[in-house]
Each structure stands twice: as structure tokens, then as C-alpha cells.
T-cell receptor
Framework: AQKVTQAQTEISVVEKEDVTLDCVYE???????LFWYKQPPSGELVFLIR??????QNEISGRYSWNFQKSTSSFNFTITASQVVDSAVYFC??????????????FGQGTILTVHP | EAGVTQFPSHSVIEKGQTVTLRCDPISGHDNLYWYRRVMGKEIKFLLH????????ESGMPNNRFLAERTGGTYSTLKVQPAELEDSGVYFC????????????????FGPGTRLTVT
């Protein structure tokens, strides 16, 4: 069985602070993808990033960066110089990629990030 | 390109009534998924369509839930009769089918339907 844990239920920061959202996962599969989604107040889940289980390179996209470490089964997300618009619920998710179909996402509980001006 | 749309955005019904949720996936996406988030819990998978066929319905809670995808385009999820524990946000997602390329695993979500059963 797969499991994704986001231990931080809520995080509150002041604008321009850096913030890291933690994600730890459990799976016995060797082939999988990890994702981060953002849920702004409008409600939809916005896709942010996909990471292959065989690719441990960190990724940076503007103020966003992701640190994937298989040794600790973690896929953490850092926002540098946070802004008020970053306020949202962030979900980490995992999908098994070794089957004959595209599988289903297993989500963490979500982390509510509030960035104060 | 239009995103995934869901209707209605909110629905309030009484226990025992019937509700039908609709999802229109991104045009050309053969894969369509339904998920649900009950208050305070994680988002959980309900089922997966590939075109009009149910690929995986292992997450459907019970036989009060019926999902259809006639013609392989939009999908409906009917709850009949609704119970209090069915309250939550129902999300629909879609993805392309371009072989087992990484892009096929990217699911794009709609804004959800908030269902309240009183």
C-alpha cells in the first residue's frame, strides 16, 4: 500500500520569508511519480511538478524548488521569498507507474500555507 | 484550452435525496478520474475511466454511487440515496493518453463540487 504524509497541517509566515513544506512517502514500488499540487481559494488543484522515481535531481522553477531524496523517501517543496499569492493548500501526491494503466494518485493530507503581508 | 469543469459548484441536499455531479474533462483527454475529500481528511480516489470504460472503481464507497461516462466525453457521478457521510468535495481530473510517457501521469483537476448532505 502507498502512503503520503505531510506532517505540517498549517504553516504561517511573513512575506519574503522562505518556507519548506515537507512530504514523506511510503511505497514498495520502484517505479512511481511524485507530484505537488496547489489549491488556491478558488478550489481547483493546480499541477506544480512531477518527479520520476529514477530522477533524484533537484528542480528549481523561479521561487519554487523541490528536493527529492529516495534515501529518506522525502519530496520537500521550498518557496523562496514567499508572497501573499502563495497562500493556498499544498498537496503532495504519489502514483504508481509500473502497471498496465495509469493508476491513481495517493494524496497527503495537505498543508495550509498562509503568507502574511 | 479550457480546463476541467465541474457542475454544480455547490449542492445542498437532504439525506435520502439524489444528486448528480457532472464533469467535463479537457478536450482529448481519454482518462477521467473522480476523487473525494471528506472534511479534514485527505483526497481519496474513487474511480478511473478510460474513454467510456471503467478502468478502476476500487475507491467507490458503496453501491449508492454510480458513475457513467457515455460516449467517452463528460462523466456523471450520481449519489442515490445520499447519506450524511457523503458530504465533502468531489473532484474530477483528466489526463492524456500518450502511451506510458510521463505526461500521461499528469492529472489536471477541476474546481470540485462541494456536496453538503443535511
Amino acid at each position: 500500500a502507498q502512503k503520503v504524509t505531510q506532517a505540517q497541517t498549517e504553516i504561517s509566515v511573513v512575506e519574503k520569508e522562505d518556507v519548506t513544506l515537507d512530504c514523506v512517502y511510503e511505497t514498495r514500488d520502484t517505479t512511481y511519480y511524485l507530484f505537488w499540487y496547489k489549491q488556491p481559494p478558488s478550489g481547483e488543484l493546480v499541477f506544480l511538478i512531477r518527479r520520476n522515481s529514477f530522477d533524484e535531481q533537484n528542480e528549481i522553477s523561479g521561487r519554487y524548488s523541490w528536493n527529492f531524496q529516495k534515501s529518506t523517501s522525502s519530496f520537500n517543496f521550498t518557496i523562496t521569498a514567499s508572497q501573499v499569492v502563495d497562500s493556498a493548500v499544498y498537496f503532495c501526491a504519489l502514483i504508481y507507474a509500473g502497471g498496465t494503466s495509469y493508476g491513481k494518485l495517493t494524496f497527503g493530507q495537505g498543508t495550509i500555507l498562509t503568507v502574511h503581508p | 484550452e479550457a480546463g476541467v469543469t465541474q457542475f454544480p459548484s455547490h449542492s445542498v441536499i437532504e439525506k435520502g435525496q439524489t444528486v448528480t455531479l457532472r464533469c467535463d474533462p479537457i478536450s482529448g483527454h481519454d482518462n477521467l478520474y473522480w476523487y473525494r475529500r471528506v472534511m479534514g481528511k485527505e483526497i481519496k480516489f474513487l474511480l478511473h475511466f478510460v474513454k467510456e470504460s471503467k478502468q478502476d472503481e476500487s475507491g467507490m464507497p458503496n453501491n449508492r454511487f454510480l458513475a457513467e461516462r457515455t460516449g467517452g466525453t463528460y462523466s456523471t457521478l450520481k449519489v442515490q440515496p445520499a447519506e450524511l457521510e457523503d458530504s465533502g468535495v468531489y473532484f474530477c481530473a483528466s489526463s492524456q493518453d500518450i502511451g506510458h510517457s510521463p505526461k500521461s501521469y499528469e492529472q489536471y483537476f477541476g474546481p470540485g463540487t462541494r456536496l453538503t448532505v443535511t
